[in-house]
């Protein structure tokens, strides 16, 4: 009962339910984790019929809010409005170096995207030579990263894009773009960015001390990079006059310092209208949501979707927005 109550105590200061809690990244990114490991509790004591059941039901209250960043109810209500629909999806380079079998990965990919028919699509690890060339989509901006010209990121659109540009993150292979369009009369700026990858290893879940202490180290640098990361596009942020959408793969959870300082004032589509865990990566085999769409307030979320399409190592996720 100790260890459940202890574990209960440091899921809630970890999601962040009493304040901020970030001097240790590495358990803000094990908080998916840790809250199985509680259900599992819960469910022994349901079994057992003890009163510790009712530790679970008490920080499920305190928390609620928070519960919301890992797991949504399913949401029936059929959407009646149109909008905007936004695809973001990291497509591994379109399978170019064969992590996967199939053979027709960028053909798949391209009929996917046609048959969601979204109107703007934001396209992580984008591969130029191995992509298909979404006729659909006539406007397109296409950047790849300084230091590795075979990884960049990709908008396709419906609508005309402008003052297109780049942001080149320092010492990575990372980077964000950015386009304006014209949209009921107003501009809004969509951005697509990816931050730096944990690159999470099945060796680094070996539990020795050599190996805890080295991964532990290694994780806290590429946290500390996302940070200067999320800064630099805080920065250029800061000159943006119009509403926006942000598309990202943030390589990090709801329960991170990147997430809440990129996130901000914006809204997390899928707290706003997704259901289930959302998850879009397994890290290590455990499923993790690390791709996200942020949106202004000017914008109603009437739908998102944590597409089940398996033919990337990202699930790619869609949200239908309505201007207000």
């Known amino acids: 009962m100790l260890l459940n109550s202890s574990l209960l105590i440091l899921q809630l200061f970890l999601m962040g339910t009493f304040w901020d809690f970030y001097q240790y990244p590495f ?3 094990m908080v998916p984790f840790i809250a199985l490991i509680n259900i599992f509790f819960f469910v022994f004591w349901v079994f057992k019929l003890k009163w510790p059941l009712f530790l679970f039901i008490f920080s499920l209250l305190i928390g609620f809010n928070e519960w919301g960043k890992l797991y949504k109810l399913p949401n029936n209500a059929i959407p009646v409005s149109s909008g905007i629909k936004v695809m973001s999806f990291n497509v591994r380079l379109f399978n170019r170096y064969q992590w996967s079998d199939a053979s027709d990965i960028p053909e798949s990919i391209e009929r996917f995207i046609k048959s969601e028919d979204p109107d703007l699509v934001c396209l992580q690890e984008y591969s130029k030579v191995s992509s298909p060339k979404f006729k659909n989509y006539p406007y397109q901006y296409i950047r790849p990263s300084k230091r ?3 990884n960049g990121l990709c908008i396709l ?3 005309k894009l402008f003052n297109r540009n780049f942001l080149e993150f320092e010492n990575s292979n990372n980077c964000a ?6 949209y009921k009369k107003d501009t809004v700026r969509v951005y697509n960015v990816h931050l730096e990858s944990l690159s999470i290893n099945l060796e680094d879940t070996l539990f020795t001390q050599h190996h805890s202490q080295k991964f532990v180290k290694r994780i806290q640098g590429v ?4 940070y200067g990361q999320v800064d630099q596009f805080l920065s250029a942020d800061q000159k943006n006059p119009h509403p926006s959408i942000v598309c990202t793969d943030l390589n990090n959870n ?4 990147s997430y809440e300082r990129l996130k901000s004032d914006r809204f997390d589509a899928f707290i706003a209208s997704g259901d289930g865990l959302g998850a879009t990566y397994k ?3 455990f499923p993790f949501r690390i791709d996200f769409i942020f949106t202004d307030s000017n914008f109603n979320i009437i739908n998102f979707t944590t597409h089940d399409f398996d033919l990337s190592d990202h699930k790619p996720i869609s949200a239908l927005l309505e201007w207000k």
């Open 254 to 257: 709801a329960f991170s310092q």
């Open 177 to 182: 773009v950015y386009a304006d369009i014209f």
């Open 283 to 285: 890290l290590a085999y």
């Open 27 to 29: 358990l803000n990114l």
């Open 148 to 150: 590795n010209r075979q």
């Open 223 to 226: 946290i500390d990079k996302q």
């Open 157 to 159: 659109s419906k609508y």
